[in-house]
């Protein structure tokens, strides 16, 4: 932490969230030409893949698999080089964890709601499990937007707009302050 030395990336970049696993840096963010991600080559060269999608906001890893969270997006790897896509469509992701065997990914999706036969949109907060980053669990939650989601002690905490989750199993949530919301 005492030298710290200048790297040249493109313009209009903005990195969201790092992390380290298995010798390497991986990162995530925003371009000129939408989502990507940045594995690290020693500390001083990059490699970047774009994903398809606007933004990606946070990467994790489990130990076995690399987990990052976006716009209409989750993407999982195993190599840090392949990526595989799950498309959420209406869904934005902000915050994945790791912890307890379990990913767990938060964020906001919109429901689509009838009153009197006219359809409308509410948006709302998401929860998303998944044992091994590929295939993903949508949790009915009746919450608000969700920003980003931690686990430590043996508990997951979700935050979002007003709100604090927490949660032993990933599944079964409890607002702080309150009671069960599932």
């Given at each position: 932490?005492?030298h ?18 298995k ?79 379990l ?26 499990t ?24 043996g ?13 032993q ?14």
């Open positions: 932490g005492i710290w030395e200048e790297i040249e990336l493109d313009s209009f970049w903005y990195v969201l969230n790092v992390t380290y696993c010798d390497r840096f991986i990162a995530v963010g925003t371009g000129e030409k939408g989502g990507f991600i940045l594995t690290s080559l020693g500390n001083i060269k990059w490699m970047k893949q774009e994903v398809g999608v606007n933004w990606l906001y946070e990467v994790t890893w489990s130990g076995d698999t690399f987990v990052a969270v976006g716009q209409e997006g989750i993407f999982s790897s195993s190599d840090r080089k392949e990526w595989k896509r799950l498309g959420l469509k209406n869904t934005t992701l902000y915050g994945v964890t790791y912890g307890n065997s990913f767990v990914a938060v964020g906001e999706g919109e429901t689509i709601v009838s009153r009197g036969g006219i359809d409308w949109v509410e948006r709302g907060g998401v929860i998303f998944s044992p091994d980053g590929v295939n993903w669990i949508k949790r009915n939650i009746n919450a608000p937007l969700l920003y980003d989601v931690a686990y430590g002690n508990v997951f905490v979700a935050m979002g707009k007003n709100i604090i989750l927490t949660s199993n990933g599944v079964d949530w409890k607002q702080q302050g309150g009671g069960e919301i599932n």
